[in-house]
């Protein structure tokens, strides 16, 4: 952002040529976050502050807390299919027809789910989300 107001946005620094002396605020935008440039009240809104005001027009805690399943309260699976050796995938596979590509992307998210799950639950649980 410029002493005259201007906010200048690039994939790189020195894509346009500004006066140093003008610059009044510089940055990175980080992954995850944003801003909005208020053009009526001439502001900068920033990610905190933005997120702030999304979160409070709805009561999204109360519904997560209203709507959320842990998994402890989840009943015990009938049936795991944990350690199948290669032969007993593919007799599943053929059993049931599923395409080669569909049965390895399902087992590559199973795996990364079942290794993400406790992790991702635990953050959801504290409200630690970033």
Not at 85 to 95: G, I, L, S, T
Not at 105 to 123: A, D, F, G
Request: aromatic share 8%; hydrophobic share 35%; glycine share 4%.
């Amino acid at each position: 952002m410029t002493t005259d107001d201007r906010v200048i946005m690039a994939s790189e620094t020195g894509v346009l040529p500004v006066d140093p002396s003008t610059i009044k605020e510089k940055g990175r935008l980080q992954p995850g976050k944003m801003f909005v440039v208020d053009m009526e009240q001439g502001k900068i809104i920033s990610d905190d502050e933005l997120k702030k005001q999304i979160c409070s027009q709805k009561p999204y805690a109360e519904w997560l807390n209203k709507y959320k399943i842990r998994l402890e309260e989840l009943p015990e699976p009938r049936i795991m299919f944990t350690h199948l050796e290669h032969d007993q995938v593919f007799k599943y596979r053929k059993h049931l027809a599923i395409q080669p590509k569909i049965l390895k992307r399902s087992l590559h998210r199973w795996r990364w789910m079942e290794k993400n799950r406790l992790v991702q639950w635990e953050q959801i649980r504290h409200g630690d989300t970033q």
